[in-house]
């Protein structure tokens, strides 16, 4: 059952280890900019929130979701960064299109977490209305983007 007008992305700070000695990178689409800059600005925050230094955190933008799985791949494989955030946002549309993007991404990131010892987090809206997305991206749901960055600290930590 879905949460109805909940803002989900509320943290305790206390309860989140410090992110000061980790190294994030950031894989942000660039398809509708406006829904994953809004889900940037909420993992940077978060980041930086919890420790992070501004210097240790890599921000790398790819043309659409699809292309999230080879960015935070080769950014695992260049960077040498603790954990990847895949940001993205597919917004169904009339055609099959929005299935095929959503389940090769989902399965992309799954396939890198399963393949390497840096966690990828994901964070990519799979939203039927812009509505959805703009409510999951700063709007009365919150914001996934900090939820992501929580994640992504909560794993480089678990994997030390």
């Avoid at 890599?58 to 799985?69: A, H, K, M, Y």
């Avoid at 940001?87 to 299935?99: A, L």
Wanted: charged letters at 20%.
């Amino acid at each position: 059952m879905a949460t109805v007008n909940k803002n989900l992305s509320v943290y305790d700070k206390a309860t989140i280890p410090n992110a000061k000695d980790f190294r994030f990178g950031i894989v942000v689409s660039e398809w509708n900019d406006t829904i994953t800059e809004g889900l940037y600005q909420g993992a940077i925050e978060t980041l930086l929130d919890c420790g992070a230094k501004e210097e240790n955190v890599i921000r790398w933008n790819v043309p659409g979701s699809f292309e999230l799985t080879y960015g935070a791949k080769k950014m695992i494989n260049t960077q040498k960064v603790d954990a990847v955030i895949a940001i993205g946002s597919v917004i169904k549309g009339e055609t099959m299109h929005f299935e095929f993007v959503c389940e090769a991404t989902a399965q992309g990131i799954m396939d890198l977490n399963v393949g390497t010892d840096t966690p990828v987090i994901f964070c990519v809206l799979t939203d039927n209305t812009m509505d959805q997305a703009i409510a999951r991206s700063g709007g009365e749901h919150g914001n996934k983007g900090t939820e992501a960055a929580i994640a992504a600290i909560k794993m480089v930590h678990l994997g030390r």
